[in-house]
């Protein structure tokens, strides 16, 4: 019977994506598996599309309709049963495409494209594994004509080490011509091989033993114990900053290894990667593996067929790295597990937590938490007996927590003082300068000035593509869009609408590091933003250098708040945190809270006693209080609080169906239409949950040159509301409304997409 393959294509939208039929040929039918990658015929044209197998089967007489499948993938290219598996749970859980959820899983790398090859249809790699030249020798240096010096020292070399490749021969003197002229000769032979990447192989193997104070030990034992249960467990690590969560992590990882298992360790940013991979690198030598989007592509490819291998026992990384095809997983862990950055903003709209609650599930791991200011709803999970809580109330060494003080603004402002840095924060800098000590001041706002506005008209310039203020960089005297680029160079001085001076205002790290030049000309300044580590690697040698204390202040966003371990910073201050504290969505208090006990919790971590100013105008406001004192329990009371009385998560699931489309009344008439589907779909299952909030204007309501709006949905997101959704979305698209506005669904949004 003739094999039968049913596939899912690229570059499907939510509407219309499906399963296709294809007829495999017989001499492909051993290449094609499901999570096979396939090269297939498509449309009315039949062009070459890439798509990836779900199903196989056979039929007895399949419709002579049915097109076949031109070209297969290589073997290494499938998805295992276990991430095939997570590719269903995203197009599931998230309404991604088939293909979008295939490529979260798959790293750029590893993906294929449609090709020609002899005027036939391939599928060709992405990516082309570089190579390089080694030699070894095939005979004794002839004693006629009489060999020079080179060439008898290339010969030597050879038969020391059996192998060498050009790079390596060249760095002892030996040149190409020379080993040119010994392959001729017979002499040496070259061959060629993939170029092997060890991207630690600076950092020395030197495993030192754990020791764990008895409040670390206590918190071990209680995890080791889960860990060894061989049942999927989860744990919520809280403890507050400086308590050694991650010696914990480390002794956890050596039991899970000693267990036979395997251990995913996610970090919430690229820059926190190095110390951490450092710290692992160090402990448990090279079968560590990186999965983040800082290394190139070829780099990515090669540590993700070394897990794929089975040659890597610990995998570390960002968000994606929850897809690693690691197997025999045994630990899980998320450090700073309240960090937005574990939600993708992309589809799959995922969320880090919960796919790594699948493979937790599905491996019978150990899931930890950590945090020293976890989510709302992980610790409303903890308490409600859900996930074991398991609590470090002390910082390590009994070294206390940062005092904190305050800076009035309005008070600077009425002394005269028109700078963003106050005369207290310039003079504990001064001081901590006079002493030899580091300071790290956050400021989540990049940029030099971040509104244009004229002084007669009142017109502030937006981007033309965007419904969002250009921001001025000064050094390179343009206005910025931060959301699609569009830049105005060189920045205007005259008003566009009407000629009038325009007034350039507000403040970014930019503006800030000119202020301290100024202030304190003899301080070396290192600012760290997206516009200062644009270069690879650029994270990890600032944070070096930092390290070795060739700067003073360390200037940054949010990058600089948590995971970083500085034993000289004694000073910690904070700019401009009010402009987060009235922001918008649900989570802007946590979101408050949290940065700023992690940013305070950077100082005095070591023998020296640390101390944190705050710069704002409402010093009295409840949150920043409790974020000074830095008394979590009490800011969970209010918060969990506030989520209750306004149905919030974890009381609800919350949902944001956006809609996106070229025309701004069109979109607003699908959104309204949508709405209406929805209810109408509802009104069927009177017992599911579910409050329809909108249409209404996303917080940037055109993006792109497309205009955006938004449904807010309060429901239970389990298997009914999705069948709910997906009849609802079917509708829409039966009416042909997706020509007028893209359906975007979101249900790790705080309010907006």
Not at 226 to 232: I, K, T, V
Not at 698 to 707: E, T
Request: with cysteine; charged share 25%; glycine share 8%.
């Amino acid at each position: 019977m003739p094999m039968i393959a049913r596939v899912a294509v690229n570059d499907a939208t939510i509407h219309f994506d499906k399963l296709y039929s294809y007829r495999v040929p017989p001499e492909l039918e051993a290449q094609l598996w499901p999570g096979g990658i396939v090269l297939v015929p498509f449309g009315r044209g039949d062009a070459p599309r890439m798509a990836v197998v779900l199903e196989t089967g056979s039929e007895d007489e399949p419709s002579p309709k049915l097109k076949s499948v031109l070209a297969a993938a290589p073997e290494d290219a499938r998805l295992t049963p276990d991430l095939l598996e997570l590719v269903r749970f995203l197009k599931d859980r998230y309404f991604c495409t088939w293909y979008e959820a295939v490529k979260a899983v798959i790293p750029y790398g590893a993906q294929y494209r449609p090709g020609v090859k002899d005027g036939r249809p391939v599928v060709q790699s992405r990516l082309t594994r570089p190579v390089e030249q080694v030699y070894e020798l095939a005979a004794p240096l002839p004693e006629k004509p009489k060999p020079g010096p080179r060439q008898r020292m290339a010969a030597d070399l050879l038969q020391e080490a059996g192998t060498l490749t050009r790079r390596e021969l060249e760095e002892q003197g030996v040149a190409k011509t020379t080993l040119d002229a010994l392959c001729k000769k017979g002499v040496l032979r070259v061959s060629e091989r993939y170029k092997s990447l060890d991207l630690f192989a600076s950092i020395p193997f030197d495993p030192q033993p754990v020791e764990l104070s008895a409040e670390q030990q206590a918190a071990y034992d209680q995890l080791a114990a889960d860990l060894a249960a061989g049942s999927p467990r989860a744990a919520l690590l809280y403890g507050v900053t400086g308590s050694g969560k991650t010696s914990v992590f480390v002794k956890l990882i050596e039991r899970t290894l000693e267990l036979g298992r395997r251990a995913l360790v996610l970090v919430p940013e690229i820059g926190l990667t190095p110390q951490m991979i450092r710290r692992l690198k160090s402990m448990f030598g090279s079968r560590l593996a990186v999965q983040h989007s800082a290394l190139n592509n070829t780099e990515r490819l090669l540590q993700w067929r070394m897990i794929q291998r089975g040659d890597a026992d610990i995998v570390v990384g960002t968000r994606s790295a929850v897809f690693a095809p690691l197997q025999n997983i045994g630990l899980i862990i998320l450090d700073e597990e309240q960090e937005h950055t574990y939600q993708s903003e992309s589809a799959p709209r995922y969320s880090a937590h919960e796919v790594a609650r699948k493979r937790a599930a599905a491996e019978n791991a150990l899931l930890v938490f950590a945090s020293a200011t976890p989510r709302t709803e992980t610790t409303f999970a903890a308490q409600s007996g859900r996930i074991r809580m398991v609590t470090l109330k002390n910082r390590y060494g009994g070294r206390p927590l940062p005092g904190v003080e305050f800076a009035d603004m309005r008070a600077e402002l009425a002394s005269g003082n028109p700078r963003e840095v106050s005369a207290r924060l310039a003079e504990e800098l001064a001081e901590n300068l006079r002493r030899g000590e580091q300071s790290i001041l956050l400021l989540n706002r990049r940029g030099y000035n971040t509104v244009a506005m004229c002084t007669d008209c009142g017109e502030v310039l937006k981007c033309p593509n965007c419904s969002v203020p250009l921001v001025y960089h000064k050094n390179r005297a343009a206005l910025l869009c931060h959301h699609c680029g569009h830049t105005v160079h060189p920045a205007p001085a005259l008003c566009p609408a009407c000629g009038g001076k325009l007034a350039y205002s507000g403040f970014g790290t930019q503006r800030v590091e000119e202020e301290l030049q100024q202030l304190l000309p003899t301080a070396r300044i290192l600012r760290m933003d997206q516009d200062s580590t644009t270069q690879k690697n650029a994270h990890e040698q600032m944070l070096a250098r930092f390290a070795r204390q060739e700067y003073d202040i360390l200037l940054g966003t949010q990058m600089v708040a948590k995971g970083l371990d500085f034993e000289k910073v004694t000073l910690v201050g904070v700019l401009g945190i009010d402009s987060m504290l009235f922001g918008q969505g649900f989570r802007a208090y946590e979101s408050v809270f949290s940065l700023i006990t992690q940013v305070v919790g950077r100082g005095g971590r070591a023998d020296l006693p640390g101390r944190a100013l705050i710069q704002t105008a409402v010093p009295g406001h409840p949150v920043l209080q409790l974020a000074a004192r830095q008394d979590y329990a009490a800011f969970y009371k209010e918060e969990i609080a506030f989520r209750k009385l306004c149905l919030y998560p974890p009381y609800c699931s919350f949902c944001v169906v956006g809609f996106i489309g070229a025309q701004d009344g069109a979109v607003f008439t699908a959104a309204h239409r949508f709405g209406q589907l929805l209810a109408q779909q509802a009104a069927a299952h009177p017992g599911l949950p579910l409050r329809i909030l909108g249409p209404a204007p996303m917080n940037i309501a055109m993006l792109g040159g497309k205009y955006r709006y938004k449904l807010t949905l309060k429901c239970r997101n389990d298997a009914k509301f999705r069948a709910l959704m997906r009849a609802a979305l079917n509708a829409y698209a039966a009416e042909k409304l997706p020509a007028k506005a893209t359906v975007t669904l979101d249900f790790n949004s705080d309010g907006d997409i």
